[in-house]
């Protein structure tokens, strides 16, 4: 019979992206995969470490496979597993401790462990040049699927610990990443998201290449129906690069850019290279060149020192700029990075109303966005079918849609259906199918 394995993953796209990625390791290895609260033989649990809050929930669920089978391999890997590796040595729970490099080899190396003892894999990042290779993300079937090309971040942001755990930034040559996104298609994705840690990067470390260069290439893969970007840098939105989003039909017009603060004392402190005025004025423009534009962000609230009137300002500018959707996180100090350093660390009370005030506020926008849509015809790539009854999928602005089917809708998988967007039900918005079907769009 097969071993089992399962996984637990929290954090990021490139975080999703690797366990994916590692799933197919294990199965080509001969493993079968299951779910994490089943019974298997290796439990491997892909970490974050980007708040406090993540820590603890990795710890957690360490422990929790640790429970589930006390004679399972338990692997902990990623962010935390790199940051962290004695603390995670000091849970007593995890045999195997690999950090976010070299595990190519995963499965080896976990055939070789013996249960009781511990083996600590992890090393610090040097002035890393490797791209760690593993298998495409692809598992059969996906009709979404990731694409890292691009690893590590040579930014400073004052509170982030990513750059510590991801070392510096490196590209995917883009031969392989075009072979990886063909390898997608030919798995049945239609639709590939593009991540990396710091992906409007992509190609700085390469001679002469940038990110738009790479979507033009991968903007003329057959059957690749849809590009979706993760995560930018305001300061990585050059012209060419929106000419491209622009002129590649495929591109999705939904970005993610990462805000973080609408104040400039609190930008400045967080060592953020902008205005919030040039935020703005970067929003206005994007919003123009890409009509309808979905633009969702990554707020901070309560950093060290910010006080009412910079929340206030926050507020307003995320008010002006209008997100179709936003996250919010509440600061936590990280150890090691230069904000934790800083004097005006807020009380929990603090950044917990803040932040309850800054999601309630990201819920109205997200709603208004929504609303736009109602009553247009929108191209909704099917994800998922529950026969006789609907199939669920995404527009390219990332409107989660769920399309009412009866017999028709059982063969929507992987397809493009255009409907009518009726109404919007909070998360997800009820549409009708219409008759035409224009297929990549
Ligand atoms: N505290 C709170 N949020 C953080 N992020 C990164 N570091 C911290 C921290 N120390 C958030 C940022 C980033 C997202 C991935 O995590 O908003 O964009």
Redesign the pocket.
């Known amino acids: 019979m097969k071993k089992k394995a399962a996984f637990f993953t929290l954090g990021?796209k490139v975080n999703f992206c690797e366990s994916e990625s590692l799933q197919v390791l294990f199965e080509n290895a001969g493993y079968r995969i299951t779910n994490f609260e089943d019974q298997a033989d290796i439990y491997v649990i892909n970490t974050c470490t980007?708040?406090g809050y993540s820590d603890h929930k990795s710890r957690k669920a360490i422990r929790r496979a640790r429970r589930l089978s006390p004679d399972a391999i338990v692997v902990a890997t990623g962010c935390y597993a790199q940051g962290a590796p004695d603390q995670v040595r000091l849970m007593d729970q995890a045999d195997l401790i690999i950090g976010n490099q070299e595990r190519e080899k995963l499965p080896e190396i976990v055939e070789s462990l013996q249960r009781g003892t511990v083996l600590d894999l992890v090393r610090a990042h040097q002035n890393d040049k490797g791209f760690e290779m593993l298998p495409p993300a692809g598992r059969r079937g996906r009709t979404r699927g990731f694409l890292k090309i691009q690893e590590g971040c040579n930014q400073r942001?004052s509170?982030?610990?990513?750059p510590k755990v991801r070392g510096p930034l490196r590209s995917l040559p883009p031969e392989e990443a075009l072979r990886r996104a063909q390898i997608l298609v030919e798995s049945g994705c239609r639709e590939v998201v593009l991540t990396g840690v710091h992906l409007g990067l992509y190609g700085s470390d390469l001679q002469n290449l940038s990110l738009a260069d790479l979507l033009k290439e991968l903007g003329k893969i057959p059957d690749l129906l849809r590009l979706r970007l993760s995560?930018l840098e305001p300061s990585d939105i050059t012209a060419e690069l929106v000419e491209e989003i622009i002129g590649t039909k495929t591109i999705c017009p939904h970005l993610h850019i990462?805000l973080?603060s609408g104040d400039g004392e609190i930008l400045r402190l967080m060592n953020r290279p902008y205005e919030p005025v040039e935020y703005l004025y970067l929003a206005k423009w994007l919003k123009k060149e890409i009509p309808g534009l979905s633009l969702s962000t990554?707020?901070?609230v309560g950093f060290p020192g910010e006080t009412e009137e910079h929340h206030r300002r926050s507020m307003k500018l995320v008010r002006d700029i209008g997100f179709s959707r936003m996250?919010v996180?509440?600061?936590?100090?990280?150890p090691g990075?230069g904000?934790a350093e800083l004097s005006g660390h807020l009380p929990n009370e603090v950044k917990e109303s803040r932040s309850r005030e800054m999601i309630k506020l990201g819920e109205k926008l997200a709603s208004a966005y929504r609303k736009k849509f109602i009553g247009s015809i929108q191209p909704v790539l099917v994800e998922k079918v529950v026969p006789f009854s609907y199939g669920e999928g995404f527009t390219p602005h990332y409107l989660r849609v769920r399309i009412n089917s009866e017999i028709k809708g059982l063969h929507w998988r992987g397809k493009v259906i255009n409907a009518r967007l009726d109404r919007d039900d909070g998360s997800c918005i009820g549409a009708t199918p219409i008759k035409k079907r224009r297929p990549g769009s």
């Not at 509170?159 to 990513?162: D, F, M, P, R």
């Not at 996180?329 to 990280?334: C, I």
């Open positions: 990021c980007v708040t942001c509170y982030c610990l990513v995560s990462p973080q990554d707020i901070i996250h996180f509440k600061y936590s100090s990280r990075t904000a």
